[in-house]
């Protein structure tokens, strides 16, 4: 029969569909297995329409490598096509038979297409069997019919169509792959690992069994008079498996899932070895349907942290894996989640492998993100412990959200996030901080440093302590951006550092106090601020301090936890972000007595006692001394 062209501009549009639509050629199988999926979906809706009853548990995928003959065949025992519908399917590209028969079962019920639950829908998939193949033949037989038509192509010149001969109705599609190139392993897709391994990463849940037959290696039976010294043999048999397991857990109600499966189903899913600390089974019906289950790991992974981690779920549509990780359906701050998403109603773009933004995604996300939020919410209420093993493994994340994208996300976090408290030796919530708030008490305080015991001790927040209220205690990078990103906890009650010049609300008298120590100890000021030089914006007399001697703090935009978070980060560009360092000192502690006696009597003595109080602030705030050699000289220099 003389060989038909293709009903397209050129051979440049065939080259176009099966080289530059998909980004692997693996995705070869995927498309097939779902061409035949949906091939026996039709069978099954035509034959119930006719009044028939389908055997259900005869209907199957069959995969046959044949590695001698180079050929990859695959079988459907679905609806079959006709020799006109192989001409118009296959011979004109980008025709889909799917999409037609979507349109035609959808108004036969009067329903909207979308409730048609067929894959295929842009006629291009078939065509990626060429990635692969220098050869195509389909063979079909036609549900109803009985004539069967051979279909073959070896690429852009065209095809041919011949009648044939096959018993059942249904289609196979014979691939005759491409010989190894030097960056192309084509005769992988003829190995049954190989096959295998696809199948569960692409069409696990492709609703019918997709079967093969597999080499298996097992022992003999024992000969019954075999010896104490008998070594078994082994031989090699063949058995036909189904390599997929056709219903998804998530397709499931939860009431018949037990934890052992959600947990089992994770573990090797994503490669863990611990149970997830959460999960999150969701069905949504509405303007948009769709499943999810979502997990949250029990620990970081180990490369959370790094720029090559990938966020993002696993995302299918009608049991076929359409992308690996959908970064989209996850905000940055819940980038730590791991699951899936299943939904008939994404917006596909014609290769199937990335998503269309649609308004669909857009609520998807929404959703998701407000589930996320309200399940770990629970957690926390109800399962503290488990709670507080998930902040140490993400708090971190979350209070990035907090400051990331100028703060947008504040509101929607804030009651996720935890700090150590002063009063209660432990974590807890900012709501939980508010509930203890005394009647007076002016702001929310907190103090940032290093660890926890420090910071119990720090000599600025004496005061505030002695006054009952509560301190919120913040060790870890991001806290101070935090703070300054919440801005207040509720009702007008902003958040203070400790060391703030206005920490505590002063009366007229206790201003006018500290105006005139001030003016007192002016000389003394003055000395110590000449002694330091560069090294301080200004020198002060403290309103916080009541027994420490002397505390640094930091005047302008730029806090002390500030300067030392961008000397971590890039000291290069840390130069030109220092913080305006004050040194205060305490004029009520007998350190200051002994200064201003010195700055007296002996000025040499004054100005060392100036150095030390200047090391002994920055050793208080957690900031490296410029010279330690020099400190412990002047140290030893003053036990003389």
Not at 9 to 14: G, I, P
Not at 54 to 64: H, K, V
Not at 565 to 580: H, T
Request: hydrophobic share 35%.
């Amino acid at each position: 029969m003389a060989k038909k062209q293709f009903k397209t501009e050129s051979k440049r549009v065939l080259d176009l569909m099966i080289n530059s639509i998909y980004t692997h050629k693996e995705i070869f199988l995927r498309e097939i297995i779902s061409n035949a999926s949906d091939a026996i979906d039709k069978l099954t809706y035509r034959m119930l329409s006719a009044g028939d009853s389908p055997d259900r548990s005869a209907l199957q995928i069959t995969l046959i490598p044949d590695e001698a003959a180079g050929t990859l065949t695959v079988i459907d025992n679905g609806v079959g096509m006709t020799r006109e519908e192989l001409e118009s399917n296959l011979g004109t590209i980008a025709h889909s038979g799917s999409l037609q028969f979507k349109k035609d079962m959808a108004a036969a019920e009067h329903l909207p297409e979308s409730d048609a639950d067929i894959i295929g829908q842009f006629g291009v998939g078939f065509y990626s069997a060429f990635m692969v193949s220098d050869q195509v033949t389909v063979i079909s037989r036609a549900y109803g019919s009985q004539e069967a038509w051979q279909w073959q192509s070896s690429g852009a010149d065209g095809y041919t169509l011949t009648p044939c001969q096959q018993a059942e109705t249904g289609t196979r599609i014979i691939m005759k792959l491409k010989p190894n190139a030097d960056e192309e392993d084509y005769a992988q897709y003829l190995h049954t690992h190989t096959l295998e391994r696809l199948v569960k990463k692409y069409s696990d849940y492709i609703h019918y069994p997709i079967r093969m037959e597999v080499e298996h290696s097992r022992p003999k039976e024992r000969p019954a008079d075999a010896g104490e010294d008998y070594q078994p043999e082994y031989e090699t048999v063949k058995e036909w498996e189904t390599l997929n397991s056709m219903v998804p857990l998530w397709q499931r109600p939860r009431s018949e899932v037990k934890d052992e499966e959600y947990n089992d189903f994770y573990k090797e899913k994503y490669g863990d070895w611990e149970d997830p600390l959460l999960r999150i089974h969701m069905s949504a019906e509405g303007m948009v349907e769709y499943k999810a289950m979502l997990f949250v790991p029990a620990r970081a992974p180990y490369d959370f942290h790094t720029r090559e981690y990938q966020k993002g779920l696993q995302l299918y549509s009608s049991g076929v894996l359409i992308m690996d990780k959908c970064a989209d359906l996850l905000p940055e701050h819940f980038r730590f989640i791991r699951g899936v998403v299943d939904s008939q109603d994404f917006s596909l773009n014609i290769s199937r492998e990335m998503l269309q933004h649609t308004r669909q995604l857009k609520i998807i996300a929404s959703n998701l993100e407000k589930k996320i939020k309200s399940e770990l919410l629970r957690l926390q209420k109800d399962e503290r412990e488990k709670y507080e093993r998930f902040w140490r493994a993400f708090g971190l994340q979350l209070k990035v959200g907090v400051v990331s994208d100028f703060g947008s996300h504040k509101d929607l976090l804030q009651d996720l996030l935890l700090f150590w408290s002063s009063k209660e030796g432990k974590l807890v919530t900012l709501n939980e901080y508010k509930q203890r708030m005394a009647a007076d008490q002016p702001y929310v305080y907190y103090a940032c440093g290093e660890d926890v015991d420090k910071l119990s001790k720090l000599p600025q927040a004496e005061r505030i302590r002695d006054k009952g209220y509560e301190i919120l205690y913040l060790t870890e990078e991001p806290d101070q951006f935090v703070m300054e990103a919440l801005g207040e906890i509720a009702e007008g009650k902003p958040f203070k550092a400790v060391d703030a010049p206005d920490a505590l609300p002063e009366s007229d008298e206790e201003k006018a106090a500290l105006e005139q120590k001030a003016q007192d100890s002016k000389d003394v000021l003055d000395f110590v601020k000449e002694t330091l030089g560069e090294r301080v914006h200004d020198v002060r007399i403290s309103n916080m301090l009541k027994s420490g001697a002397v505390c640094m703090t930091a005047d302008g935009p730029i806090t002390l936890e500030m300067e030392k978070y961008f000397q971590r980060m890039d000291p290069e560009q840390a130069r030109s972000m220092k913080a305006q360092r004050v040194l205060e000192l305490n004029p009520d502690s007998s350190a200051f007595a002994a200064l201003r006696a010195a700055v007296d009597s002996d000025k040499e003595r004054a100005q060392r006692y100036a150095q030390l109080l200047y090391a002994q602030a920055l050793l208080i705030a957690g900031l490296p001394l410029e010279d330690p050699a020099e400190y412990t000289r002047l140290v030893c220099s003053l036990m003389q």
